[in-house]
């Protein structure tokens, strides 16, 4: 059945953090936004993360849009809301050669990230629970962001809802896209724009043109480490050597080839199972811990007790946390855009425009980009 007053400048398909960063930026502009999510409120890859906004993980390219999107998220926590907290970040070197790559990126690109270079000593000053024992040096960065997602996401929700008038359509699945006209099962939209960005759920949408597409899904596994203690502080977000082989910003390092050549023979298993180790803590204190890397179409619902282990076992090279205790286990999947480009945007039909494969930067870009596809839509 088709509402007349059921027509929107603006249709988002999607109610993760990608498409309530669209909303968000649309509804600035003034637009009509409507917002669809299959369910009651967003139970996807952007609630299940670390909660980091992580600027010094990104490539020059798009390090000004994860900056802009950090600045985004500092200034909606305080008109939403919703817990923030500005921890910035440390990578620790326990080897020469991770302290070569941390060295060679401060030297030739900490002017664009503001990054410092700490002694061992003076790391551990900046948190008490870094490892001391064969400590080198870290880098610090002052850019990243901390939120609790599972508190952001529905309180960024309700702050669309309430303040700037963005209607929400929960438990709805969207079946079918035609020309300007959004279905589910009983219902029929209308919009002038659609933007669907359903990560890697976008295969039920377009079955035939989405293998065609440079994107594939990832499965990564976290879990988090309850708060037992009161006064517990970790400081900023702490990440080690695996790390530096993850992410893009450290790739035009020379001194990275020698890191992943010991890595290659001491650790292959983390490297076969895509393992770089990372601690955030939330806002109840809990430290999240995470992540392993598995490439795919489609995945088994199962997590591997064997891939924690490993996390755990590397997490305990660089974090002095005497007791575990794991009240939380749990996989995402995102979709990762596979091709040169950090992420995947286009136009599938007059009406509708396509918005994944951000990987594991979703948080981190979502706002930064939602305010390029506006410029590049409405001005």
């Given at each position: 059945?088709?509402n007349?007053?059921?027509?929107?400048?603006m249709?988002?398909?999607?109610?993760?953090?990608i498409?309530l960063?669209?909303?968000?930026?649309f509804?600035?502009?003034?637009?009509?936004?409507?917002?669809?999510?299959?369910?009651g409120?967003?139970?996807g890859?952007?609630?299940?993360?670390?909660?980091?906004?992580?600027?010094?993980?990104?490539?020059?390219e798009?390090?000004?849009?994860?900056?802009?999107?950090?600045?985004?998220?500092?200034?909606?926590?305080?008109?939403?809301?919703?817990?923030?907290?500005?921890?910035?970040s440390?990578?620790?070197?326990y080897?020469?050669?991770?302290?070569?790559?941390?060295?060679?990126f401060?030297?030739?690109?900490?002017?664009?990230?503001?990054?410092?270079l700490?002694?061992?000593r003076?790391a551990?000053?900046?948190?008490a629970?870094v490892?001391?024992?064969n400590l080198?040096g870290?880098?610090?960065?002052?850019?990243?962001?901390?939120?609790?997602?599972?508190?952001?996401?529905?309180?960024?929700?309700?702050?669309?809802?309430?303040?700037?008038?963005?209607?929400?359509?929960?438990?709805?699945?969207?079946?079918?896209?035609?020309?300007n006209?959004?279905?589910?099962?009983?219902?029929?939209?209308?919009?002038?724009q659609i933007?669907v960005?359903?990560?890697?759920?976008l295969?039920?949408?377009?079955?035939?043109?989405?293998?065609?597409?440079?994107?594939?899904?990832?499965?990564?596994?976290?879990?988090?480490?309850?708060?037992?203690?009161?006064?517990?502080?970790?400081?900023?977000?702490l990440?080690?050597g695996?790390?530096?082989?993850?992410?893009k910003?450290?790739?035009?390092?020379?001194?990275?080839?020698?890191?992943?050549?010991?890595?290659?023979k001491?650790?292959?298993?983390?490297?076969?199972?895509?393992?770089?180790?990372m601690?955030?803590?939330?806002?109840?204190?809990?430290?999240i811990?995470?992540?392993s890397?598995?490439?795919?179409?489609?995945f088994?619902?199962f997590?591997?007790?064997?891939?924690n282990?490993?996390i755990?076992k590397?997490l305990?090279?660089f974090?002095?946390?005497?007791?575990?205790?794991i009240?939380?286990?749990?996989?995402?999947?995102?979709?990762?855009?596979?091709?040169?480009?950090?992420y995947?945007?286009?136009?599938?039909?007059?009406?509708?425009?396509?918005?994944?494969?951000?990987?594991?930067?979703?948080?981190?870009?979502?706002f930064?980009?939602?305010?390029?596809i506006?410029?590049?839509?409405?001005?």
């Amino acid at each position: 059945m088709y509402n007349k007053d059921q027509y929107y400048d603006m249709a988002i398909i999607g109610g993760g953090i990608i498409g309530l960063s669209l909303a968000y930026t649309f509804a600035q502009e003034g637009q009509r936004v409507a917002v669809f999510e299959k369910d009651g409120y967003c139970k996807g890859a952007s609630i299940r993360n670390f909660g980091m906004i992580w600027p010094i993980g990104q490539a020059l390219e798009t390090l000004d849009m994860a900056l802009e999107s950090a600045s985004i998220w500092k200034k909606l926590s305080a008109e939403a809301g919703f817990w923030m907290r500005n921890n910035g970040s440390l990578h620790v070197a326990y080897h020469e050669d991770e302290w070569d790559v941390l060295k060679e990126f401060h030297e030739n690109f900490g002017q664009h990230y503001n990054t410092d270079l700490f002694s061992g000593r003076m790391a551990g000053k900046r948190s008490a629970y870094v490892q001391q024992k064969n400590l080198i040096g870290a880098l610090y960065s002052p850019n990243e962001v901390n939120v609790d997602p599972r508190q952001a996401i529905p309180m960024i929700t309700k702050y669309l809802k309430e303040v700037l008038d963005v209607a929400f359509f929960n438990n709805t699945y969207i079946i079918e896209i035609e020309g300007n006209r959004i279905h589910d099962d009983h219902n029929i939209w209308k919009a002038d724009q659609i933007i669907v960005c359903t990560g890697h759920r976008l295969r039920t949408l377009f079955p035939d043109t989405f293998t065609s597409w440079p994107l594939m899904n990832c499965k990564l596994q976290m879990m988090c480490i309850s708060n037992e203690h009161e006064n517990f502080n970790l400081g900023p977000n702490l990440a080690a050597g695996l790390t530096l082989q993850h992410y893009k910003s450290f790739k035009e390092c020379k001194s990275l080839t020698t890191l992943k050549r010991r890595l290659e023979k001491s650790l292959p298993e983390y490297l076969e199972n895509g393992i770089h180790v990372m601690v955030s803590q939330n806002s109840r204190g809990d430290l999240i811990i995470g992540d392993s890397h598995h490439y795919d179409q489609a995945f088994d619902p199962f997590i591997s007790a064997e891939i924690n282990q490993m996390i755990l076992k590397y997490l305990r090279t660089f974090l002095s946390v005497k007791d575990f205790h794991i009240s939380q286990l749990w996989y995402g999947v995102y979709a990762k855009s596979m091709d040169q480009n950090p992420y995947f945007f286009r136009r599938h039909s007059q009406h509708c425009w396509i918005l994944t494969g951000l990987g594991g930067a979703g948080m981190t870009l979502s706002f930064g980009l939602a305010k390029k596809i506006c410029d590049k839509l409405f001005h």
